[in-house]
């Protein structure tokens, strides 16, 4: 009977790994999984690279790219990096509740899924509301929001931006007289 319930046991304890390490992938913030539609794919798993092409859109969380094209890297079927061409790329980011929508645009757009950023080469721009942000080169950092623009080692490129005080934006609570 000792042989039966030791058995039993161990049949139970066994049997219930795969579905630990289910429940504990299903725990892991949505916000994680990419998304992808696109037109055409192509995938070679020994090389670990992906290809998009067609009306790419990628999700993830609160982010959305549009792409012309879009190549995924990945390592042990681990995404690290996108790289994604158009004319232009777009994004969109919608940040906490209470705040305009991040939006951005270049010719080529590579995301570090990881850390979640975006390098923006190319007639790159980002704005938010009234405040823009046009360079060559720009770094949005997700997460943080931190927008870093141009590169010192590249002569003649400067930085543009916009920005406006919550002065210059008419209340319109006060127009409404409320």
Known sequence: MFIKVLIAYLVLLL?????????????QPLDDAITLESDAGFYDEKQGLSIYTGQVVIKQGNMTLEADKVSVFSKDRDIYKLIATGKPVKFTQTPE???EDVHGHSLVMEYKTK?????????AQVWQGENSTASERIVYDRIS???KAGDESLVNQRVHVILRSSKDIPDKNNELGL
Do not use: F, Y
Request: charged residues 25%; hydrophobic residues 45%; proline residues 4%.
């Open 15 to 27: 049997g219930s790994q795969p579905l630990i390490a289910v429940a504990d992938e299903l725990e």
């Open 97 to 99: 509740e209470g705040k």
């Open 115 to 123: 850390i979640r950023v975006l390098i923006m080469t190319q007639q």
């Open 145 to 147: 929001e931190i927008i």
